[in-house]
């Protein structure tokens, strides 16, 4: 099984400490930036940065559906949720950019391996950067 990963980055105007506030708030920010893609969002326990758990549903096609229970880990500017139920991990890094910052979104797992697997790593990540778009661009319109 070879590793799979998609990455997306956004430049913000807003402070990185506001930024990265507003990222490990998974009680109610979360909500508000996910796209489409994310059915069935619940905090577990916490809500509030390291210790929080988070499930959802990705909807990464019609077809392709995760079923995720995130463990969040905050570390300096990093946050990094890793699902319980695969090898899937999501790190959120925010760093200062001038007055503002720029966050980056990277998405990892292991994949299939086969013909299976080869297509699933040369389209998956096309799919699931789409996805972090329009997450990065709902944190925009809430932090900006």
Same mark, same amino acid.
Do not use: C
């Given at each position: 099984?070879?590793?799979? *990963?998609?990455s997306?980055?956004? $430049?913000?105007?807003?402070? =990185?400490? @506001?930024? !990265?506030?507003?990222?490990a &708030?998974y009680?109610?920010?979360? =909500?508000?930036?996910l796209?489409d893609?994310y059915? #069935?969002y619940? /905090?577990?326990?916490?809500g $509030?940065? %390291?210790g929080?758990?988070?499930?959802?549903k990705?909807?990464? %096609?019609?077809?392709r /559906?995760? #079923?995720?229970e995130?463990?969040?880990?905050?570390?300096?500017s990093?946050i990094?949720?890793? &699902?319980?139920? +695969?090898?899937l991990? %999501? %790190?959120? *890094? /925010?760093? =200062?950019?001038?007055?503002? +910052?720029?966050?980056v979104?990277l998405t $990892?797992w292991?994949?299939g391996s086969g013909?299976g697997?080869f297509?699933? @790593?040369i389209?998956? =990540?096309?799919?699931?950067?789409k996805?972090q778009?329009?997450?990065l661009?709902? !944190?925009?319109?809430? /932090? #900006?």
């Amino acid at each position: 099984m070879a590793q799979v *990963s998609a990455s997306s980055s956004i $430049q913000l105007a807003a402070a =990185p400490e @506001r930024v !990265l506030a507003a990222l490990a &708030d998974y009680e109610t920010v979360r =909500p508000r930036i996910l796209s489409d893609h994310y059915t #069935d969002y619940r /905090v577990v326990s916490g809500g $509030q940065g %390291t210790g929080t758990v988070a499930r959802w549903k990705l909807h990464a %096609t019609e077809k392709r /559906v995760r #079923d995720i229970e995130a463990k969040v880990s905050v570390s300096g500017s990093t946050i990094t949720e890793e &699902d319980a139920n +695969s090898t899937l991990v %999501t %790190t959120w *890094s /925010v760093v =200062p950019n001038g007055t503002g +910052s720029t966050v980056v979104t990277l998405t $990892q797992w292991k994949g299939g391996s086969g013909i299976g697997g080869f297509f699933e @790593r040369i389209f998956a =990540p096309l799919g699931l950067r789409k996805i972090q778009q329009q997450v990065l661009e709902n !944190l925009r319109r809430e /932090v #900006d």
